[in-house]
């Protein structure tokens, strides 16, 4: 009997050896692989975090530089961002940040560059919606109509949509292209929430361009001939 068991052991041992024979390899280098990438998902969610700590530590330093107005560490400190840290939100607000400095200040091509940057590099939607509609503006103020339109072509997220239209609205008003503009401030009327005060200026460039957005139809005791009240009309502070 204890010879038997040993026989069927040895034919076990056997095909034991037979079978590490043909795939022992391809397992090893499965297991490899599989461990391997275990340990590089690690090594990334680490280096993720460590990035992301640099990074607001660094936001914090052009934000403090910023407030200082002190240009060339600004100049200095956003840089370092761009160069270390581009990939991470924390720039994209920094680029926001600086853009509205530099313009705050006179330096409107400091400011366009700025916000290029956050349209070029910025993966977020609502970053890269934000950049857009500023560079819009300041290409719309530099009379730049094209470049400007430019900006505001392909798709946002939902939440900007109306402002997006408005935007559009004011410059074909000032390319002389009313019946277009007047039906961007259309769209831009209905997309506004009800309850925002946005859609309050929106309505008052329609009443000035001789339209009821709430008729579809001109506004009693309105005219067509004069778009300037419109042209001129102010433009929000938080997409400029």
């Known amino acids: 009997m204890a010879k038997q068991l040993d026989l069927e052991e040895q034919e076990q041992l056997d095909e034991l050896k037979h079978f590490w024979k043909s795939y022992g390899n391809a397992i090893t280098w499965a297991l490899i692989v ?5 340990a590089s998902w690690n090594f990334y969610q680490y280096w993720q975090r460590s990035q992301a700590t640099q990074a607001a ?9 910023v407030t200082a107005a002190d240009a060339a560490k ?26 509205k400095h ?7 091509d400091a400011a366009k560059s700025a916000l290029t940057w956050v349209v070029d590099k910025s993966s977020d939607p609502g970053y890269q919606a934000v ?3 500023r560079l819009a503006g300041l290409l719309m103020d530099s009379k730049a109509f094209d470049e400007a339109l430019t900006q505001l072509s392909g798709s946002f997220p ?15 008003l000032l390319q002389g292209k009313k019946q277009e503009a007047i039906a961007e401030y259309e769209k831009a009327f209905k997309s506004f929430d009800q309850r925002t005060e946005y859609r309050r200026l929106v309505e008052v460039k329609l009443n000035s361009l ?21 042209a001129n009309a102010p433009i929000s502070e938080g997409t400029k």
């Open 34 to 38: 599989v461990l391997g990438a275990f």
């Open 57 to 65: 530590a660094m936001f914090d330093e052009v934000e403090r530089v």
């Open 74 to 99: 600004i100049d200095r400190a956003f840089a370092d961002m761009k160069d270390r840290f581009a990939a991470t939100t924390y720039a994209h607000q920094a680029g926001l940040l600086v853009a």
């Open 102 to 108: 530099y313009y705050d200040v006179g330096n409107v």
């Open 131 to 133: 950049a857009k509609l």
């Open 158 to 172: 939902a939440s900007f949509e109306a402002l997006v239209a408005d935007r559009k609205g004011d410059i074909l």
């Open 210 to 230: 001789g339209v009821d957005p709430f008729a579809g139809s001109p506004a009693a005791g309105s005219t067509n001939a004069d778009a300037g009240p419109v």
